[in-house]
């Protein structure tokens, strides 16, 4: 049984009860909005570290950088 | 010259103010042990402005988890719409290079702290641990000009993590900080902040403890 506990002035030591349905429901959506959420954080980290990566390399080239490659170089 | 500094009640004047007001109040502290999340309600009162959880040594029971907290609203949580939150600034020390990024829009709050630094970099069972804060400011606020129907909660994440030790083939030199701001609980109707819970994003919390504080108004 999943518990959770609930500080309040009245039961300032904890009040540890099981989640309702609701929330076991409300808890297997945040974990799989989680595992959304951080798929696309990695995704824009990578896409980050290529653009970084290629910008790089143009600059050294002399070559001309698309927009988002310039926006890893300029503060 | 020496003498002893005392209150200036009762005084017509003075550039000391009297005893009793500002300060940090110390308002319950709860030690967590396999809990998948922990509320904190009724505590918010006219007293006090700001709050402070100070959250320590929380630790998930698996690996790589995400420190998220949502606010409550009338004695339960709340996740709708209404609750959207930004979280900018967030930064990672690690290897001598720091990485920053900005997140935002969501309608719950965390510190997405397995996104920065090394790869599966969240919080672990095997770290050494961390200290964290969550400031709240305004929790019952209500609308005021130029918009009185809508109020604002301003809350601030910080955290602190140093030294972690080996994980996932990563040498123990990774250092953690950052913070993260926004505006959480665009709530129409002007309702009030009743607390706030704390979980990780899967999982159960198997330690922690967390202490609350407010703020005395002066």
């Known amino acids: 049984m999943t518990t959770k506990i609930i500080i309040t002035p009245e039961n300032p030591k904890g009040l540890i009860v099981a989640l309702t349905a609701e929330e076991e ?28 990566a ?7 080239a002399g070559e001309a950088l698309t927009e988002a490659e310039a926006d890893t170089i300029v503060i | 010259m020496s003498g002893t500094v ?10 000391i103010a009297a005893a009793g007001g500002g300060g940090m109040v110390p308002l319950v502290t709860t030690v967590l042990s396999s ?34 907290f949502r606010c409550r609203v009338a004695n339960a ?26 997140v935002g ?3 719950i709050a965390y510190i997405p702290f397995s996104n920065y630094g090394q790869p599966n970099s969240g919080f672990a069972t095997d770290r050494l641990k961390g200290f964290y804060t969550l400031t709240c400011y305004n929790p019952l606020g209500a609308g005021s000009a130029p918009n009185p129907t809508k109020a604002y909660k301003s809350h601030r994440w ?13 040498e123990p030199t990774y250092y953690y900080e950052g913070s993260g701001g926004g505006t959480l609980g665009y709530t129409p109707g002007q309702s009030a902040l009743t607390g706030h819970t704390f979980y990780f994003n899967s999982g159960n919390i198997d330690t922690g403890e967390i202490t609350l504080y407010g703020l005395k108004k002066a």
């Open chain 2, 6 to 15: 005392g209150d200036n009640t009762a005084r017509a004047s003075g550039v």
């Open chain 2, 158 to 170: 910080q955290y602190i993590h140093p030294g972690l030790p080996p994980y996932n083939g990563h």
């Open chain 1, 54 to 60: 290629s910008a790089k390399a143009k600059l050294i």
């Open chain 2, 77 to 102: 949580d709340v996740s709708s719409a209404d609750y959207y939150s930004s979280l900018a600034n967030l930064r990672v020390a690690s290897g001598g290079s720091i990485s920053e990024n900005n």
């Open chain 2, 105 to 107: 829009g969501y309608r």
């Open chain 1, 25 to 52: 429901a409300q808890r297997v959506a945040d974990a799989e909005a989680s595992v959304i959420a951080k798929e696309a954080r990695d995704a824009e980290d990578a896409q980050k570290a290529t653009d970084k």
């Open chain 2, 35 to 68: 809990q998948a999340s922990a509320s904190f309600d009724g505590y918010f009162t006219s007293d006090y402005d700001v709050y402070v959880y100070q959250i320590l040594n929380i630790v998930p029971a698996d690996n790589d988890k995400d420190l998220y």
